[in-house]
């Protein structure tokens, strides 16, 4: 049975090396947009699958520094994941209140929709700190394999919204639920500048 649980969080990481333009690698070059990670129109976002436990505790680093996150491609039964959304440059209103929103979509391997809501609040405050902060959407998802599951290829699609500015990003992410008889694991590290089972958490 799914189980969908949302709750608020507010959080963001300075800039540092980022580029106000784009994102970029910690050399300081500009990455080319991806079906994961995209910059149009002077706003970006970013679609992150991660498997590490600690996640929050990286984002909330007290030393300033930029976080890396181990991203998960494979995913093995009873593994937990998360699925983060960062964005960066949003637009402010006269209130100086910033308003994005998220349509997640979910799917099976199988082709059937797991989760599917549109508008969801990722972000309606006013704008702490410099607009080139990479800031984290409200909306985390998390997904635990479970018995019964199809193996094979999840989706997840998140088209963030700047309702302020009238840009929709849609991104794209996935990971594969394998048999742990024949599990393999397959580990990149993304840092930014840098579930059903999924629980989607506003």
Not at 148 to 169: H, L, M, Q, S
Request: glycine letters at 8%.
């Amino acid at each position: 049975m799914k189980r969908y649980l949302f709750l608020l969080l507010l959080l963001f990481v300075p800039s540092g090396t980022l580029a106000v333009d784009g994102w970029v690698d910690s050399h300081g070059n500009r990455i080319a947009n991806t079906e994961s990670q995209r910059w149009v129109g002077g706003f970006g976002g970013w679609l992150i699958v991660t498997s590490d436990q600690d996640w929050k505790e990286k984002w909330n680093n007290p030393d300033g520094g930029t976080p890396v996150f181990r991203e998960a491609r494979d995913v093995e039964l009873g593994e937990k994941i998360t699925i983060l959304t960062l964005f960066k440059n949003p637009q402010v209103d006269q209130n100086n209140r910033v308003d994005i929103t998220c349509d997640i979509r979910i799917t099976k391997p199988d082709g059937s929709v797991s989760y599917d809501e549109n508008d969801i609040e990722c972000a309606r405050e006013e704008l702490i700190g410099k607009r080139d902060n990479v800031r984290l959407a409200h909306a985390i998802i998390d997904f635990i394999g479970e018995l019964g599951d199809p193996y094979g290829f999840w989706v997840v699609e998140v088209t963030i919204k700047d309702n302020n500015a009238n840009i929709v990003i849609p991104l794209k992410n996935s990971f594969e639920l394998k048999n742990t008889a024949t599990m393999t694991r397959n580990y990149t590290t993304t840092s930014p500048p840098l579930t059903r089972n999924f629980r989607v958490r506003l």
